[in-house]
């Protein structure tokens, strides 16, 4: 599998490969179809380069053991950006790292599975990033994104759908869902809007008064 980099354009999705369960071949190739920028989080560089995807970027506090002269000698061209600030996440790294050049969008990959306590933070801390830049995070199961504004997609019927709180989110409102919500509360730990799905073909509409609400599109 590779990137081949012909076009650069910060408006295309980054993809940004953390280090928790990998995703699918499939998923993956479809992902760098474009070639996009491809940002790695520290120790995950040698699965990627196992699979001869093609780096621009390794990010991350390096507080293991990692050989940069080694990587760079199987990478070249390689950025490699050391971020050592141990009060944020490699992936908040990442994030920002795109952000502060400009981009536009971030596929995220491998962020989840593996560590329980490392998928529950990568899942709920993008809310914090929704206004500054479009983030989705993919597995083989699902498609996680937070909400901004009013969301509204076409689904065929029976697509699952579930909205989960990060915190409380206040007035809820939304159409084409089985089980729609009218100007209500969800609150995380609580109530949470899981397993819902699409009642037809057809758009579904999803707005919330205030608070951070994911979306996410799941599948068996």
Not at 154 to 159: D, K, L, N, R
Request: glycine fraction near 8%; aromatic fraction near 8%; charge should be negative.
């Amino acid at each position: 599998m590779s990137s081949h980099h012909i076009v650069r354009d910060e408006q295309e999705p980054a993809l940004l490969i953390a280090n928790g369960e990998s995703c699918s071949d499939e998923l993956l190739g479809q992902l760098l179809e474009w070639s996009p920028v491809v940002v790695v989080l520290d120790r995950a560089i040698w699965r990627v380069l196992d699979l001869d995807i093609k780096v621009d970027v390794l990010l991350g506090d390096f507080d293991g053991d990692l050989d940069l002269d080694l990587i760079r000698s199987k990478q070249y061209p390689l950025e490699v950006v050391h971020t050592p600030d141990q009060d944020k996440t490699d992936l908040e790294k990442g994030i920002e790292y795109l952000i502060d050049r400009g981009h536009s969008a971030v596929n995220i990959v491998w962020a989840t599975g593996r560590r329980a306590d490392h998928s529950l933070t990568n899942m709920t801390n993008i809310v914090r990033y929704k206004d500054q830049i479009k983030v989705v995070m993919l597995d083989d199961y699902s498609r996680i994104f937070p909400l901004v504004g009013t969301y509204e997609k076409w689904y065929e019927a029976g697509t699952p759908l579930s909205l989960v709180p990060v915190g409380t989110v206040e007035g809820i409102v939304t159409g084409g869902l089985k089980y729609n919500l009218n100007n209500e509360s969800l609150m995380l730990g609580y109530r949470s809007g899981n397993s819902n799905e699409a009642a037809q073909d057809g758009f579904v509409r999803i707005s919330a008064r205030s608070g951070d609400l994911l979306i996410m599109e799941c599948w068996d």
